[in-house]
């Protein structure tokens, strides 16, 4: 899975993450500073779609796993107005991910300026001032802010402005990378085959 979602106005010099931690959300704010043949997704190392499934797993049952999301989408602090939706997982090739990395750059500025000219108003409601607005005209990202991919690629989304969204970085897009890592750790996306996203209408992401 892969948003490449990360990139701020200052060019602040790369943290180092640890690639066997947890989050994926540290996956992608690395993937952004290493470059992209560097990053290796836990997502595709535990290899869902070419690895039998051990009958020794156990994993929650959709009914209660869904249960858990919606409580987390309240724990994280999420919008109420976030929906939860479900979503087979489909993996896209390296060779797929390779072609839309460039293209996906390209789009997320673009977006950027369409937001802070066409949508100033709804930018405010999003809680960002004249300054971000005006770094959104620039074609880069405010501080704390992040387009977000609403369906990520290995789930069926698209790099199409309606799959995007202007989304805090913390506490919102943290918090839904948390409750999707959730769904790995527990192995229901292994088991599964498909997880349960928060999901959103719109071009941005708050109350």
């Not at 971000?132 to 199409?160: Q, T």
């Not at 805090?168 to 769904?183: E, L, N, S, Y």
Request: charged share 25%; with cysteine; proline share 5%.
């Amino acid at each position: 899975m892969w948003e490449w979602s990360n990139r701020t106005v200052k060019k602040k010099p790369p943290e180092k993450t640890d690639h066997n931690a947890a989050s994926l959300l540290a996956a992608y704010n690395d993937l952004i500073g290493s470059g992209y043949s560097a990053y290796q997704s836990r997502i595709r190392d535990i290899q869902i779609a070419e690895t039998p499934v051990d009958e020794r797993i156990t994993a929650p049952d959709p009914e209660a796993l869904y249960e858990t999301v919606r409580q987390k989408i309240a724990e994280f602090g999420l919008p109420a107005s976030t929906r939860i939706i479900e979503k087979e997982y489909a993996p896209q090739s390296w060779q797929e991910m390779n072609r839309s990395f460039d293209r996906y750059h390209n789009l997320r500025s673009r977006f950027f300026k369409l937001i802070g000219y066409a949508d100033a108003e709804d930018c405010r409601c999003a809680g960002l001032n004249d300054n971000d607005i005006a770094c959104l005209r620039e074609g880069f990202a405010p501080e704390n802010y992040n387009i977000h991919l609403k369906v990520p690629a290995d789930f069926g989304g698209s790099l199409d402005f309606d799959n995007f969204s202007l989304i805090q970085t913390r506490p919102h897009h943290a918090g839904i990378h948390r409750i999707i890592d959730m769904q790995i750790e527990n192995n229901f996306l292994r088991l599964h085959k498909k997880i349960f996203l928060p999901w959103f209408e719109g071009k941005f992401y708050y109350d």
